[in-house]
């Protein structure tokens, strides 16, 4: 059974870092790519980051690059999204999700699995 299991949210002030994590079990991730959603009341899931895991290639919007960066662990089987100077408009529930090769790292409908989400409030 595959599981993707989110923490390290919580609430911090505005200005402040978070370091999600993100565990991966229940099958090889090898020919995957790892990716971080996030989802704000009323509005859509929005695509954070991804990782390639075999080679740890790394694609972010325009307006994440800068403030977040996302990093794996092959022997842990867990994926990081590092969060720096952290504003209000980045609270959201932020969701790990996992891609095969060849599909768009970008569009939630690409994505095989995901998890329950971790909760990051962010307080001006």
């Known amino acids: 059974q595959v599981q993707l299991v989110e923490s390290g949210g919580g609430l911090v002030q505005a200005g402040g870092s978070l370091r999600l994590s993100c565990a991966a079990s229940?099958?090889?991730?090898?020919?995957?790519?790892m990716g971080w959603f996030r989802q704000a009341p009323g509005k859509e899931r929005e695509f954070v980051a991804a990782?390639?895991?075999?080679?740890?290639?790394?694609f972010y919007p325009d307006s994440k690059k800068g403030r977040f960066t996302i990093s794996r662990d092959n022997a842990k089987n867990t994926v990081y999204l590092q969060m720096n100077s952290l504003k209000p408009e980045d609270t959201a529930v932020y969701y790990c999700?996992?891609?095969?090769?060849?599909?768009?790292?970008?569009?939630?409908?690409?994505?095989?699995?995901w998890g329950q989400g971790t909760q990051v409030t962010v307080s001006s």
């Open positions: 999700a996992a891609v095969p090769y060849g599909r768009t790292v970008l569009r939630v409908e690409a994505y095989d699995y």
């Open positions: 990782i390639n895991w075999n080679d740890g290639g790394t």
């Open positions: 229940g099958r090889t991730f090898t020919n995957y790519a």
